[in-house]
Structure formats: structure tokens, C-alpha cells
């Protein structure tokens, strides 16, 4: 069966703990449309999860397969995607979010922190230098997105909501 196509697509970014899976469910769910997470895609298409991938392989690794799976699902027009919070560092799906909606969810450090609470499962946690690397991503973020929003002390379906007005 042919798989339907999207002419709207939706790209979530931001740092770890800004809510882009939970926000990119209800915005999908809200248009009755497919959602994926792209991090998700990657641990069931590899068979393992991130942080062994990160532990056996190494970051750069990860980083080649997550490139390859963004590539496919903005190929393939999921409609709303939820990519890892490193994903739109790499130059070149930096380009490949050109051509779409993409909405930077913002969070402060503190409250990124407290929503993951050191979730064993994100590597990255497990480094010293967090907040250098949000520091330094937020710029980055800054540039790709055509939307920004604050999600600060607010709701996940809140800010879906917001996200939707503003399509
Ligand atoms: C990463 C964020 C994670 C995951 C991986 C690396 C990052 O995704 O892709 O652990 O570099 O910020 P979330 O932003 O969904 O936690």
C-alpha cells in the first residue's frame, strides 16, 4: 500500500528534556496524523538503545545512523518528527531542515535538567560540561528554527496547542 504523504510537516528540535517527543505526540496526535521520534527509529532499527550504542560504538557512530534515519523520515514526509536533541547540530541535516517547519521548543538549563533527572539511558548526561553543550547549542537551534517557543513552567499540550495556532 502506498503510504500517504504530507504536505505540512512539522520538525521538533531543542535540547534534551524540552519536551519534543511529548509535545510532537499531541501536536500529531491533535492533527490525526503519524508522529515519530527519531531517536526511537534508531534504537528499534539497531536493536539496542542509544546509550549502548554510545558504549559500544562510540558517539560518532550514533551520529552516522541518526543522520541517515532523519534523511528517511523527511524523505519520506513523516508528518511530525521528533529529532535528538544533538540531531541539528550536524551540518547536514542542519541543511536538510531548509525546506521545512521547524519549531524550536526552548527550555531553560535548570528546568531541562530537572525533567530528565539524570536519566541514565541519554549519555550525554553522563559527561561533565551539560551546560556548556546547551550553551553552545542554543545558537545553533536559534538558526534553524522558523518558530520558537517558550516552554517554560508551561504544559506539554499547552505548548502543542500554540504550535498548532501557528501553523
Ligand atoms: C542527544 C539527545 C538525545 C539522544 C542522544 C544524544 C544529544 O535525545 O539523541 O542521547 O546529543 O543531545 P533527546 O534530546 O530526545 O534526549
Do not use: C, W
Not at 558504549?55 to 508528518?79: K, M, N, S
Not at 561533565?128 to 520558537?148: F, I, N
Amino acid at each position: 500500500p502506498q503510504r500517504r504523504r504530507y504536505a505540512l510537516m512539522v520538525v521538533l528540535i531543542g535540547f534534551m528534556g524540552a519536551g519534543k517527543s511529548t509535545v510532537g505526540r499531541i501536536v500529531a496526535d491533535l492533527l490525526g496524523a503519524p508522529f515519530v521520534d527519531s531517536d526511537v527509529l534508531i534504537e528499534r532499527r539497531e536493536g539496542r538503545s542509544i546509550r549502548e550504542m554510545f558504549d559500544l560504538h562510540g558517539e560518532p557512530y550514533f551520529r552516522q545512523i541518526e543522520r541517515a534515519v532523519v534523511a528517511e523520515l523527511l524523505e519520506d514526509r513523516t508528518a511530525v518528527v521528533a529529532l535528538g536533541g544533538g540531531a541539528a547540530l550536524d551540518p547536514e541535516i542542519g541543511r536538510m531542515l531548509s525546506s521545512h517547519t521547524v519549531v524550536y521548543l526552548q527550555v531553560p538549563y535548570e528546568q531541562a535538567m530537572e525533567r530528565i533527572n539524570g536519566d541514565a539511558f541519554r549519555p550525554l548526561l553522563q559527561t561533565s560540561g551539560v551546560r556548556k553543550v546547551y550553551e553552545r547549542r542554543l545558537p545553533v537551534y536559534d538558526a534553524l528554527a522558523t518558530m520558537r517557543i517558550d516552554t517554560d513552567g508551561r504544559r506539554a499540550d499547552d505548548v502543542a496547542v500554540e504550535i498548532l495556532r501557528a501553523l
